[in-house]
Nanobody, 116 residues
Framework: QLQLVESGGGLVQSGGSLRLSCAAS????????IGWFRQAPGKEREAVSC????????NYADSVKGRFTISRDNAKNTVYLQMNSLKPEDTSVYYC?????????WGQGTQVTVSS
């Protein structure tokens, strides 16, 4: 079965850190561009960060630049999102997405709640 599973969410105080994981089964993440997205209640889903499969180039939303870091461990078939200096406005459900031509997979999401 082809699936992505996010983990690592939780409740953290403002200024704290979390590391989200996105693990794939049934396919190899190395060949996919991976994106992290988030969606807060009543808001549209927004892109947070992405990493390319070809050269590992990364991009970040302005709101998380300097605080979040995306990385991939091909041996573990997993992509991570290290989130530091968390703010209450980072509270959302975080989703990972794996994409290449003709293939597009989403995980079920993991809740991140940052208390002030």
């Amino acid at each position: 079965q082809l699936q992505l599973v996010e983990s690592g969410g939780g409740l953290v105080q403002s200024g704290g850190s979390l590391r989200l994981s996105c693990a794939a089964s049934g396919f190899t993440l190395e060949y996919y561009a991976i994106g992290w997205f988030r969606q807060a209640p009543g808001k549209e889903r927004e892109a947070v960060s992405c990493i390319r499969s070809t050269d590992g180039n990364t991009n970040y939303a302005d709101s998380v630049k300097g605080r979040f870091t995306i990385s991939r461990d091909n041996a573990k078939n997993t992509v991570y999102l290290q989130m530091n200096s968390l703010k209450p406005e980072d509270t959302s459900v975080y989703y990972c997405n794996a994409r290449k031509i003709f293939h597009d997979y989403w995980g079920q999401g993991t809740q991140v709640t940052v208390s002030s």
